[in-house]
C-alpha cells in the first residue's frame, strides 16, 4: 500500500509533507532555514519536559542532506480558546532559566536596529507619501525595546502554530525563530486579537503593540526577496491597517 502524503508548501523556511496522517517531515529551505533547523533539534529535547504542551519530539534527523521528522501533534489551529492554557504555556516558556537552555542569545536592540533600517530601505518606499511619516515613527519606536528581563521566546506566536483539541492548547510547532529575547514578542498577536483584556504589565502590553504593528512588514519584505508580488500586496495591507 502506498503512503498517504500531503504536502504543505506555504511557509517561508521550510516544505513539509505529512505522510500516513500520521509523521511530519521537514526540511528547509534555505541556508538560514538551516541554523534555525539546527537549532530546533538541540533546543526542543532540553525544553519538551518543562512546558505544558506537546512539542515537536524529533525521530529522525538527517544532516546530508537537512531532513527531520515527528510524529504529527493533531490540533487546529487556535482561535481564541483556551486563554488560561495559552498563558500557562508562556508562563512556563518565559520562566526557563536562560543560561540553561541551547538558545540563541542576539543583542535584540542592536538585531531590531538592523531590521529596522532594512525596512527604510526596502519596505518604506512602497508605501505612498503621506503613509511614510507614519511608517518611520513606527521604525524609530525600536529604540524603546530596552528595559525588560530576557527570556527564552518562541518569537513566532501565531494561530497555526499553537495546536488546540477539544478547546485546549496542547501543542506548539515551529521553533526555529526561538531565541532569548523580549517575552513580550509572544504576547504580540494574543493581546492584539484574541485575548485583549489580559492583565499584563503596562509596558510588556506597550511592546506587545510595537510587535504586532511590525509583523506586516516582514511580510512585504520575505515578498520583496523572494519575488513574490501576493505576499508585498498583504503585507502592505497590514501595513497601512496597523499605522
Known amino acids: 500500500m502506498e503512503a498517504a502524503l500531503l504536502e504543505i508548501d506555504e511557509g517561508w523556511d521550510y516544505k513539509v509533507l505529512i505522510v500516513d496522517d500520521t509523521w511530519v517531515v521537514r526540511w528547509p529551505r534555505h541556508r538560514l532555514a538551516v541554523e534555525e533547523i539546527e537549532q530546533e533539534v538541540v533546543l526542543l529535547p532540553a525544553v519538551a519536559p518543562l512546558l505544558p504542551v506537546e512539542v515537536p519530539r524529533f525521530e ?8 527531520v521528522a515527528y510524529r504529527l501533534i493533531r490540533g487546529e489551529p ?11 504555556f508562556l508562563d512556563a516558556l518565559h520562566g526557563l532559566e536562560v543560561d ?3 538558545a540563541r542569545h542576539p543583542d535584540w536592540l542592536e538585531t531590531y536596529r538592523e531590521q529596522a533600517e532594512e525596512f527604510r530601505r526596502l519596505v518604506l518606499p512602497l508605501l505612498d507619501p ?10 524609530a519606536e525600536v529604540e524603546t525595546l530596552t528595559g525588560f528581563q530576557p527570556a527564552l521566546t518562541h518569537s513566532d506566536v501565531a494561530p497555526n502554530h499553537l495546536l488546540v483539541r477539544e478547546g485546549t492548547l496542547v501543542g506548539v510547532i515551529d521553533w526555529g525563530d526561538a531565541r532569548v529575547g523580549d517575552p513580550a514578542l509572544d504576547y504580540a498577536w494574543l493581546l492584539n486579537e484574541p485575548f485583549p483584556g489580559w492583565d499584563v504589565d503596562d509596558d510588556l502590553r506597550r511592546r506587545a503593540r510595537f510587535y ?13 526577496f523572494t519575488e513574490r508580488p501576493q505576499w508585498v500586496r498583504s503585507g502592505l495591507a497590514g501595513i497601512r491597517e496597523r499605522l
Do not use: I, Q
Open 78 to 88: 487556535l482561535e481564541n480558546e483556551d486563554p488560561d492554557g495559552v498563558r500557562a
Open 100 to 102: 540553561d537552555v541551547p
Open 60 to 67: 529522525y534527523v538527517s544532516r546530508e542532506p537537512w531532513l
Open 212 to 224: 504586532y504593528r511590525l509583523a506586516p512588514w516582514f511580510d512585504v519584505h520575505y515578498g520583496v
Open 130 to 139: 503621506d503613509e511614510r511619516t507614519g511608517g518611520d515613527a513606527l521604525l
